[in-house]
């Protein structure tokens, strides 16, 4: 079992930066796929970003690729998104979850989800 709380949402301004947090309860926190998704309004969930177990693998969905980073430190059990060069169209609510699975950019593959924190870039 594995709770997520996700903190660091806020309100910036175009081409500002934010890093996302995401706290995760749990011993086995190092054995899951950590991933980022986010829910712009009127719009489904996305994903965003993953990082494997290991942190040997990162993945990033093409529209974040290059300003966006996924990092993680099992020791204090948290994952975080580093998040450069935003744009309104970053404006969404964040999620993080927790995933053991060999697909880490599949929603269905994550069956934890934190509680999502919001994300609001003004133009």
């Known amino acids: 079992q594995v709770q997520l709380v996700e903190s660091g949402g806020g309100l910036v301004q175009a081409g500002d930066s934010l890093r996302l947090s995401c706290a995760a309860s749990?011993?086995?926190?190092?054995?899951?796929?950590m991933g980022w998704f986010r829910q712009a309004p009127g719009k489904e969930r996305e994903f965003v970003a993953a990082i494997s177990w290991r942190r040997d693998s990162t993945y990033y969905a093409d529209s974040v690729k290059g300003r966006f980073t996924i990092s993680r430190d099992n020791a204090k059990n948290t994952v975080y998104l580093q998040m450069n060069s935003l744009k309104p169209e970053d404006t969404a609510v964040y999620y993080c979850a927790a995933a053991r699975s060999a697909y880490p950019t599949l929603q269905s593959a994550y069956g934890y989800w934190g509680q999502g924190t919001q994300v609001t870039v003004s133009s």
């Open positions: 749990g011993r086995t926190f190092s054995t899951y796929v």
